[in-house]
């Protein structure tokens, strides 16, 4: 193509022969790396499913009727909490090696006001687009990605609302119920 102008600047394309490997991260992988929305999509997931092993449980003693007590509500956070944890720190270590950090910084998690600033950061700040020594970058996000990224987030959110609604109002029906019986 040439150049109308004879003043301006020839065309060039300056990207040409240059490629950037990727490849595709998969759930389940103890390495590799991650970039923002797979690490907001898988732990979506792996919250999801945590509230899919605890919630049934006590709903079923909600709806009993009996009183469940603190000590076993409090049982069953800390073991919903370590049955998390490990998938958690993975997701987490992979997202940190996108940002060309070693995974112990994981740890930082457990301190407090430092979980929340290295979870802001492990949100908002972009990976590198090269490779680094933990690899090539993942490859760009998929449909699916994006909607357990942005999609179960508000699902959830919706759910947690229809909850808060919809659990008063049973214990209220249950025990306006006990109480006809009785008279």
């Known amino acids: 193509m040439e150049n109308i102008d004879p003043y301006s600047s020839p065309e060039s394309r300056l990207d040409v022969g240059v490629t950037v490997e990727t ?19 898988y732990g979506m997931v792996v919250s999801v499913i945590g509230c899919l092993l605890i919630f049934p449980p006590m709903i079923m003693m909600i709806a009993s ?31 940190l090696n996108d940002l060309d950090h070693s995974g112990w910084w994981a740890l930082l998690f457990f301190v407090p006001i430092v979980n929340a600033l290295l979870g802001l950061y492990l ?8 490779l680094n020594r933990f690899g090539p970058p993942p490859a760009p996000n998929t449909r699916g990605i994006i909607f357990l990224g942005v999609g179960v987030p508000i699902l959830v959110m919706l759910m ?13 029906y249950i025990k306006h119920t006990h109480q006809m019986q009785q008279h």
């Open 160 to 172: 947690g609302i229809l909850a808060a609604i919809a659990i008063p109002q049973y214990q209220a």
């Open 123 to 130: 949100l908002f700040r972009p990976g590198r687009e090269a």
């Open 23 to 41: 490849y595709q991260p998969k759930f389940f992988a103890l390495k590799g790396r991650i970039g923002r929305m797979r690490y907001l999509a």
């Open 65 to 95: 009727g009996e009183r469940a007590s603190p000590d076993h509500m409090l049982l069953a956070f800390r073991l919903s909490s370590l049955i998390l944890a490990l998938p958690n720190m993975i997701i987490m270590k992979r997202r």
